[in-house]
């Protein structure tokens, strides 16, 4: 399997030599390392698959420390008789989300699971990346005043996932977002323009996020929901489901907190970006009700909105 | 405008179902009338039914099992009979999903899917938008649709209109279809 399918597959972005472990040489001392599990159902979306989906999440993760992602391990856990062309096709996406975020992968492992012990597949991945010494990106590190940037549509990922396994039609129009987001890193990291804080707004989408980061750097978060953009599809799916796009998963979006000075510069530098241009800044930072997150609906209203406990389940009866 | 009726998924285990059978067997009548106008005006007519295998996933999710695959409950019911289009088999809400039915409607040039059956707030909603995705013109029969309640059917069909297509009365639809 290893030099018949994924070794070809994986191309230039291997550069392992088969031994049990790599040795890698790192630009600085100062590292980010992250690892990460991916399971999907169905495996193929629109928009990816496991495969980009795993080097995407690994990217991203180390982008939330502000590093620059470098190298990744890449493990499949295959049930038996997993479908051979399907996985030459998963590791072909993983090598070009490597490609597209020019990460390399340098140490891999499969093994094989007896059948009706795993569902299709898994991948499990851990990733090394590098930070510049000024650098200290962290959701311990939000301040009050700072403006809440997101870097695009809410909910896409999830909506479109959520579709396809149920058939409900909007896989047509709506793709994962799925993406590796160094390229936005370059664009917003520089000197002389702070950044105080990056998350991923993933499993529990947006507001889980916000929670998260409310909670660690001990400070209040308001946003207005109709600064959030979310794109007419997602907001008809939802509606449909019963669901809130805010507690959707997305693969391919950055939450931005950054002093005031700092956001006119982020924000038109997103904007220019493939990835970034529906850019929003949201809300901000505030010393009120620490720890929590209110969201201000458009009547005014703000309402406590926790952290996701569990799944959103649509609602289709 | 060409358009194709869709009749969606009247079959025996879910019109006579006892809980439905009194607001569902309503909706039989109106749609008659509504088949027989497309027949004689010779616009293309199809059906859908769930056929699902016995152990769907989508009975523990309900907690009841139907439309399985050979079985009566899954026939079209006798009061639509005979019928005059084929029956496509779905294991999913949206009638496009894992179906023939885009590549049936654009054999047949259809490009305005007009939509009755059951249930509202669930398949005929779902197929709507998956219908408006593929960019054909959707229309949706108000009295020769029908939910659980009142209140989901209403729900449904304003999301229709806000979403995916129009709403009409069976005779702003009969007018339409007269016309073509």
Known sequence: ?317 | MRPGLLIIDMQNDLIYHEKRQARFSKIISPLKELINCAHSHNIPIFYTKFALDPHDAQFKKFGEIYCVKGTSGCDIIDELKPLHGPVIEKQKNSAFFGTPLDRMLKQKNVDTLVLCGVQTQICIMTTAADASFREYKVLVVEDCVESTREDKKNWALQWIKEYAGNVLSLSAILSLLKEE
């Open chain 1, 1 to 317: 399997m290893l030099d018949e399918i994924i070794l070809p597959q994986l191309g230039k972005r291997n550069v392992g030599r088969y031994e049990d472990s790599e040795i890698i040489t790192l630009p600085n001392n100062k590292i980010a390392f992250t690892t990460d599990s991916f399971v999907v159902d169905p495996i193929f979306f629109p928009g990816g698959d496991i495969g980009k989906l795993s080097i995407c999440g690994t990217v991203n993760d180390l982008i939330c420390r502000g590093a620059y992602p470098l190298y990744i391990a890449f493990s499949l856990i295959l049930e038996e008789g997993f479908n051979i062309d399907q996985l030459s096709t998963i590791v072909k996406s993983a090598c070009n989300a490597a490609e597209e975020a020019d990460v390399y992968i340098v140490v891999g492992d499969t093994k094989v699971l007896p059948k009706g012990k795993l569902d299709k597949i898994c991948i499990n991945t851990s990733g090394i990346g590098a930070i510049q010494t000024n650098i200290d990106i962290s959701v311990y590190n939000a301040k009050v005043d700072d403006d809440i940037i997101i870097s695009g549509t809410m909910g896409d990922h999830a909506l479109s996932v959520v579709s396809l396994r149920e058939g409900l039609g909007f896989e047509r129009a709506v793709s994962s977002d799925c993406a590796p987001l160094n390229g936005l890193l370059r664009e917003i990291i520089e000197p002389k323009y702070e950044v105080h804080c990056i998350k991923d707004p993933t499993r529990g989408g947006l507001i889980t996020a916000l929670n998260e980061i409310a909670i660690n750097s001990n400070v209040g978060v308001l946003v207005q929901r109709e600064l959030i953009p979310i794109s007419r599809h997602v907001k008809a799916g939802c509606e449909m489901l019963g669901l809130d796009p805010l507690y959707l998963a997305n693969e391919g979006k950055l939450i931005i907190m950054s002093p005031s000075y700092s956001t006119t510069h982020i924000m038109s530098r997103l904007r220019l970006h493939p990835y970034g241009k529906y850019a929003a800044i949201i809300g901000r930072i505030v010393s009120e009700h620490p720890k929590c997150v209110l969201v201000e609906e458009s009547n005014g209203i703000r309402k406590n909105a926790p952290m996701l406990a569990g799944v959103q389940k649509p609602r289709l009866c």
